[in-house]
Nanobody, 126 residues
């Protein structure tokens, strides 16, 4: 069983930065690929970044490439999302999620993800 708790959301001006954190419980954190997803009002939940269990491979949605960076610290059971150059289209509830399959995370297969956090709200003012 893995429990995920996100933090770091808030209000930021367009062009600004935020760093989200997702703290995980459990001794098998490094076994799980992790992803950051977001869901804006009226829209489907989408994957924005994914990282393998060991952290050696990452993937990004085209909409955030070059602006967002996903990383993890397995010693701290934590995954991060550094968000720079935030845009008016970035506001959403951001969720972290875990799955044993990196492919599942990369595909953004929300119905198949093993574990979800409850989300943290990111708001961008123009």
């Amino acid at each position: 069983q893995v429990q995920l708790v996100e933090s770091g959301g808030g209000l930021v001006q367009a062009g600004g930065s935020l760093r989200l954190s997702c703290a995980a419980s459990g001794r098998t954190f490094s076994s799980y690929a992790m992803g950051w997803f977001r869901q804006a009002p009226g829209k489907e939940r989408e994957v924005v970044a994914a990282i393998t269990g060991g952290g050696g491979r990452v993937e990004y949605a085209d909409s955030v490439k070059g602006r967002f960076t996903i990383s993890r610290d397995n010693a701290k059971n934590t995954v991060y999302l550094q968000m720079n150059s935030l845009k008016p289209e970035d506001p959403a509830v951001y969720y972290c999620a875990a799955d044993l399959s990196f492919g599942t995370v990369v595909r953004g297969d929300t119905d198949s993800m093993d574990y979800w956090g409850k989300g943290t709200l990111v708001t961008v003012s123009s």
